[in-house]
Each structure stands twice: as structure tokens, then as C-alpha cells.
């Protein structure tokens, strides 16, 4: 397992499945738990602070901790559905992620500012639409928004 989690953070074989590595970590934790009674307290308290940064990890710093090198697809995704469906809220929060793990790539960038310019946040708008302009300035779409008053 942890040969899983090597490979991954060398980036020779991604496999980013941190899941089998956390296993068998708390399977130790609870061997030693079950086979030292006098640590048994330090033990579990060392599984539920796994557990809880796991939950925490899977849920809320999901966009933190992936490892992947296509951190940011999903939630582009997401954020460019959210946008078709006009659920703009859900988009800026879903694009918002994007662009944080993808700083680079002006799609995420535009696209976050039409969830904001349909919210009525222009400032955030623009500054959205300047940053994709500025990553593409060739894109004639991206330097058309980046001019809007």
C-alpha cells in the first residue's frame, strides 16, 4: 500500500490511491490498540484524527489534497455544468476551485466570470475576464469580456 502512495507522489505510476495507504495504517494502529492495552487511548486517538482528516479530505479538502495531475477537471466540469443549468451560485463555487488548482488555464477563468457577471458581482466579473485575457490574450472572446464597463 504504501508502494501506492510512492509511486504516485514520484509521479511513476499514478495511481493516487492514498485509500490503501490510510488502511493499512489504521489496521496497524488497531492491531497495536488491541495488542498493547497501556497506549490503547494514544492509539485511538491517532485513528480518529486519521479518520477525521480522511472525512475532511474526501469532503472539504478534496481540492487540497488531490494528488492528480488533472487536479481542477472535475470541478471545471462541474462549474461549466452548473453554467448551462443556470445555477450560477453553484458554479462560482465549483469554478472558483478550478482556477485555484488550474491558475493557468483561462477557461476556468472566463467561465467563472460569466457565473459572477450573472450573480451581478462585476468586479469580480472583470477581474475574472482580465485574468483569462491576460493567460490568452489571441482569444478574441476572452479580450472582448475583459473590455465590458
Known sequence: MVLYIVTTLTRTFVVANV??????????????????????RALIA???????FGLWGATLGRPIVN???KAGFEEGKWGYDALLANQNQDAVRWL???????????????????????LGNMPAAMAAYQRAHALDP???????AAKKN
Open 138 to 144: 489571441n482569444d478574441p472572446e476572452y479580450a472582448e
Open 96 to 118: 472558483r476551485d478550478a482556477a485555484k488548482l488550474q491558475p493557468k488555464l483561462p477557461a476556468y477563468w472566463f467561465d467563472l466570470g460569466i457565473a459572477y457577471e450573472r
Open 19 to 40: 485509500a490503501h495507504g490510510a488502511g493499512a495504517i489504521l489496521g496497524a494502529l488497531a492491531g497495536l490498540a488491541i495488542t498493547l492495552p497501556n497506549r490503547r
Open 67 to 69: 494528488p492528480s495531475g
Open 46 to 52: 491517532n485513528i480518529v484524527a486519521i479518520v477525521l
